[in-house]
């Protein structure tokens, strides 16, 4: 049976009802999980309430601003998770940024500060907050972090973020193998295009909607609750085999040849 009872789980990347953070958050508290949740604060605190509001019903223990591009914020962050919790069990790292240039165009035309911001944000943050989780995380305990296919085939525009995931899925082998010796796992779910906030900025997202609906063998995209419950699946002992692997949750779509 899938149970987090008694697994404390720290989520980070909700923005709205729409992200895939918030439907692996669900699907976590509903299999028993103790919520801890991070959000991008924004100057107005806006996205604060919001988020705020969004996750109440979910009765996280934790509730800190965290901006990966700032040591301060993840000091402090994992500073309250220390105080509030001791150790815990489960990380999920759930957020990506590039610059809407690097998004489209030529990929040549990536500039210097675009690619290190994408990079920074997307893959370098899932070893930041790995290192700061490290000493706090139980025997048992389980990272995971989200990708895109766009890391190992080229999706027109992906650009840049396409070699961030291959960074991240790089870093989720080389975390896995240092992580292991403690028995904390470390996994990648890949998931299909799915409207949310990031991807709903996207031009053409639609379109890549439709063809996903044409091509994958399921002939549908998948949801939010659907990589929730495969992320509360690789977080639970009933995956306690399963480290340092991209796990496709897509409908199908990656094994496809035409
Ligand atoms: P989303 O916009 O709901 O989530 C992205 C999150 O990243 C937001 O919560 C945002 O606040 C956070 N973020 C951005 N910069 C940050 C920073 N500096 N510090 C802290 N947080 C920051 O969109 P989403 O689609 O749910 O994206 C979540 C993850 O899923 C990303 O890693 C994305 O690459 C991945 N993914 C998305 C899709 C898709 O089609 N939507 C498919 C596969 C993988
Ligand atoms: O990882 C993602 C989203 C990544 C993303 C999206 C944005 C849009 C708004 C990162 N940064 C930004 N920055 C912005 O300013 N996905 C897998 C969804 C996605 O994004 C694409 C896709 C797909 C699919 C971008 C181009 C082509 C396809």
Not at 49 to 64: H, R
């Amino acid at each position: 049976m899938l149970d987090l009872t008694g697994k404390k789980a720290l989520v980070t990347g909700i923005a709205n009802n729409r992200s895939i953070a918030w439907g692996i958050a669900q699907q976590l508290h509903q299999a028993g999980a103790t919520l801890g949740i991070t959000y991008l604060p924004d100057d107005k605190g806006r996205t604060e309430k919001k988020v705020q509001e969004l996750v109440e019903p979910l009765n996280p223990s934790i509730f800190v601003p965290c901006n990966v591009q700032d040591d301060a914020q993840i000091d402090s962050c994992f500073q309250m998770v220390k105080e509030q919790w001791g150790e815990f069990d489960i990380l999920v790292h759930c957020l990506a940024f590039a610059g809407k240039d690097e998004l489209t165009g030529d990929f040549s035309g990536t500039s210097r500060e675009g690619f290190a911001r994408a990079l920074d944000i997307s893959a370098y943050s899932l070893t930041r907050l790995a290192a700061a989780a490290k000493p706090m995380l139980r025997s048992g305990g389980s990272i995971i972090t989200l990708t895109y296919l766009g890391s190992v085939r080229v999706v027109p525009n992906y650009n840049v973020m396409g070699v961030a995931k291959a960074a991240l899925e790089s870093s989720v082998r080389y975390l896995a193998s240092e992580f292991g010796p403690q028995a904390v796992r470390v996994n990648a779910i890949s998931a299909g295009p799915i409207r949310t906030l990031a991807s709903s900025a996207v031009g053409g997202i639609l379109d890549m909607i439709h063809h996903v609906e044409e091509v994958a063998p399921l002939r549908r995209t998948v949801t939010q609750l659907e990589v929730g419950n495969a992320a509360a699946f690789l977080c639970s002992d009933l995956a306690s085999g399963i480290t340092g692997q991209v796990l496709y949750v897509d409908a199908g779509y990656e094994m496809m040849g035409m």
